[in-house]
């Protein structure tokens, strides 16, 4: 389209029309991309929970205690390490014989503390 015969300001209020039209298209052809994006990923979740994966079965249960230690006040989940059977500190010097029995109650063998070996004093 050729722009003869026009002035200056004439030439400018067109080129700003079509920088407005080409910026309206613009936003126009993102948000159709957008729109497209969107159905195409809903489509994606709708197949994979339709189709690929199986029903849950609401009968099983998946729930499963877990080991916790008998003498620990604090019930933290799994095993874990409790230092003479709970008597905290754990100085074997100052327990009593009971207590030294109790301390290495399936305890055995786990210590070699300061090179003592599996005795009460390690």
Known sequence: EVLVGMSAKELEEEKKKAKALQSRND?????VCIIVILIITCLVVF???KIIDEPPNPNISTFRPLVQ???????????????????????????????????LDEAMPCHNYNGEGDTPKG
């Open 69 to 103: 230690m008998v003498n620990s006040n604090i019930r933290y989940n799994g095993p874990g390490y409790m230092g003479c059977n709970g008597y905290v500190p754990c100085q074997p010097v100052y327990l009593s014989e009971e207590n030294l029995a109790e301390r």
């Open 47 to 49: 197949v994979k929970i």
């Open 27 to 31: 936003d126009i052809a993102l948000l």
